[in-house]
Nanobody
Framework: DEELVDSGGGSVQAGGSLRLSCKVF????????MGWFRQAPGEEREPVAI???????TYADSVKGRFTVSQDDAKNTLDLEMNNLKADDTATYYC??????????????????WGQGTQVTVSS
């Protein structure tokens, strides 16, 4: 069974940067569709960014131009570079992966393979 281990969260001031990384232990099988979701206290989990095996990316409007999702085939990781962070970005971030050819937010959200979550706190 796939295992995802995400890391890289922390506390930063608004305008700062963080880089999240997700180690994917069955990378060759699930790299077809991977991405990041986040959940703030009292809120539902929401998509942040997804990437298909062909490199096609989709971003939430709230993070476009600030966040970049990427895959590192050599390290078997999924990464999320976050710049110009805002207080509204405060949440627990989860990586997700699914062995599906149709890579959309909906199909990825239905996966049973999630990281354990890493906390990102942005102070204004």
């Amino acid at each position: 069974d796939e295992e995802l281990v995400d890391s890289g969260g922390g506390s930063v001031q608004a305008g700062g940067s963080l880089r999240l990384s997700c180690k994917v232990f069955e990378y060759s099988r699930v790299r077809f569709c991977m991405g990041w979701f986040r959940q703030a206290p009292g809120e539902e989990r929401e998509p942040v960014a997804i990437i298909g095996s062909d490199g096609t990316t989709t971003y939430a409007d709230s993070v476009k131009g600030r966040f970049t999702v990427s895959q590192d085939d050599a390290k078997n990781t999924l990464d999320l570079e976050m710049n110009n962070l805002k207080a509204d970005d405060t949440a627990t971030y989860y990586c997700a992966a699914r062995s599906t050819i149709t890579c959309t937010v909906t199909t990825l959200a239905g996966t049973r393979h999630w990281g354990q979550g890493t906390q990102v706190t942005v102070s204004s």
